[in-house]
């Protein structure tokens, strides 16, 4: 067998600080533990001893009306580099923001930083919980996830505990990624709605070759994609999808028919998650290929 493209990288993003808004990029560097700096930042929330997610909205949504970015490009299998956090969208209306938490743009003053020796107290103030921030995960970390009144999930109208995996603070894969052929898909089943890929919170954004549509990804599922000429990522399975996908973020809107829409037409599901089997740099405009 020879390798088959499947299409190319269109878009790229990292997410410094989990649940936060992130940065799209040019390029990447995939280590062995995922994309280089992504998720390697979270708040701890005191109150409950859990990692602070937006998938508990009744607590944490305000957490996607910031935006976090690197102060400095991070290193593979390095300690993660200070981050800087803007308030941006509804944060800026719903939260009291303090001297030192200036609202704008992306002027380096402009910012609160990870290295401030009081940024705890500071996020403590914005957010109204005691939070400390945290560059590495607790022996056991978990989070507390809520449920939406989806008739075809497991679960309606409630919370329950998410325990992440070992040393992180992802969800349950080191990447993810998404098609423009399902974005398009979903929003043919339901015109009027926005399927943003950024509702989607992915790494890399595909577009599928020879112009394939569908949800075209579940073909990829227990194979191996080669991205440029060296990242190798296992396709471990679909992407099942949560609240966070629902919630108001950036210039989006709060809107439950993204989730439900997902849950009619596709199992709940919309892209996929990923392990490296090879580390290397991604760039926009690189190949992808399923190797035979």
Known sequence: MTDQPVGQVVALWRYPVKSMLGESLERLWVDGR??????????????????ASAKNPHLWKELLGYRARYLAEPMPEAPPPPVAITPVGFATKNVAVSPAMPVGGEADDDHL???????????????????SLLDQAPAGASLNQYWPPV??????????ELVLPSGTFFDACPIHAISTATLE??????????????RFRPNLL??????????VEASWIGHTLRVGSQLELRVDGACPRCVVTTLAQGDLPQDLEILRTTARHNNVEAGIRLSVLRPGPVALGDPIALLG
């Open 34 to 51: 995922g994309v280089c700096g992504d998720r390697a930042w979270a708040l701890w929330d005191h109150a409950t001893s859990r990692v």
């Open 113 to 131: 930083s990870s290295s401030d020796p009081e940024v705890a107290e500071r996020l403590s103030s914005l957010l109204g919980r005691q939070v």
């Open 151 to 160: 008739p075809e999930r497991e679960f309606q109208d409630v919370v329950n």
């Open 185 to 198: 898909r979903l929003g043919a089943l339901a015109p009027g709605l926005d399927f943003a890929p950024e």
């Open 206 to 215: 595909i577009e599928p070759a020879d112009g394939s549509t569908g949800f």
